[in-house]
T-cell receptor, first 115, second 117 residues
Framework: GENVEQHPSTLSVQEGDSAVIKCTYS??????FPWYKQELGKRPQLIID?????GEKKDQRIAVTLNKTAKHFSLHITETQPEDSAVYFC??????????????FGTGTRLQVTL | DGGITQSPKYLFRKEGQNVTLSCEQN?????MYWYRQDPGQGLRLIYY???????QKGDIAEGYSVSREKKESFPLTVTSAQKNPTAFYLC????????????????FGPGTRLTVL
């Protein structure tokens, strides 16, 4: 089955700096890579996703890059703000026909944005 | 994601007892999922269901059981066979579209924190 590794487990940045979280996956059939943000005591929420037919996707201060050859993808947050402080999870799915969205999650990165 | 509810928010169980966690959604989603969240281990898939009366084991199904009698409901039973049941349990749901099953966003419920005494 799929295995997703995520690094770092914790990340502390100063407000205004950039943050990068990296994930690798093992199943070359995976073709959908979402990122979820979980604030303390709340449910995970999708913040951005990318499909294997593109190499990069951007939404305001958040961007995700995908390298299918190397089987890794990364989340980039620019101009970080205190409200970006949360745990971020990457995930991978093969998205096969006839199956539900069987996501395999990374172990999470706790991002702390300091003033 | 406000269309998914889980109850109760906190649950305490004595060792040897079965307990059932509720998950309901009014988003008209076909697929539903149960995850377990432990510190430092991310979210691990317990069971998932694509349609009513059908479900499949996830990565850590041992000691758990589910049913899917209605589209809106996907209850999870934590049995006494689960050796370490204390955890945070998250339910999720998504649309299922033929040929695009893996691309549909999963919406999560607020979770149930289960503690075994």
């Amino acid at each position: 089955g799929e295995n997703v590794e995520q690094h770092p487990s914790t990340l502390s940045v100063q407000e205004g700096d950039s943050a990068v979280i990296k994930c690798t996956y093992s199943d070359s059939a995976s073709n959908y890579f979402p990122w979820y943000k979980q604030e303390l005591g709340k449910r995970p929420q999708l913040i951005i996703d990318i499909r294997s037919n593109v190499g990069e996707k951007k939404d305001q201060r958040i961007a995700v890059t995908l390298n299918k050859t190397a089987k890794h993808f990364s989340l980039h947050i620019t101009e970080t703000q205190p409200e970006d402080s949360a745990v971020y999870f990457c995930a991978a799915s093969s998205g096969n026909t006839g199956t539900a969205s069987k996501l395999t999650f990374g172990t999470g990165t706790r991002l702390q944005v300091t003033l | 994601d406000g269309g998914i509810t889980q109850s109760p928010k906190y649950l305490f169980r004595k060792e040897g007892q079965n307990v059932t966690l509720s998950c309901e959604q009014n988003l008209n989603h076909d697929a539903m999922y149960w995850y377990r969240q432990d510190p430092g281990q991310g979210l691990r898939l317990i069971y998932y269901s694509q349609i009513v009366n059908d479900f499949q084991k996830g990565d850590i199904a041992e000691g758990y059981s589910v049913s899917r009698e209605k589209k809106e409901s996907f209850p999870l039973t934590v049995t006494s066979a689960q050796k370490n049941p204390t955890a945070f349990y998250l339910c999720a749901s998504s649309h299922w579209t033929s040929g695009r099953a893996g691309y549909n966003e999963q919406f999560f419920g607020p979770g149930t924190r289960l503690t075994v005494l």
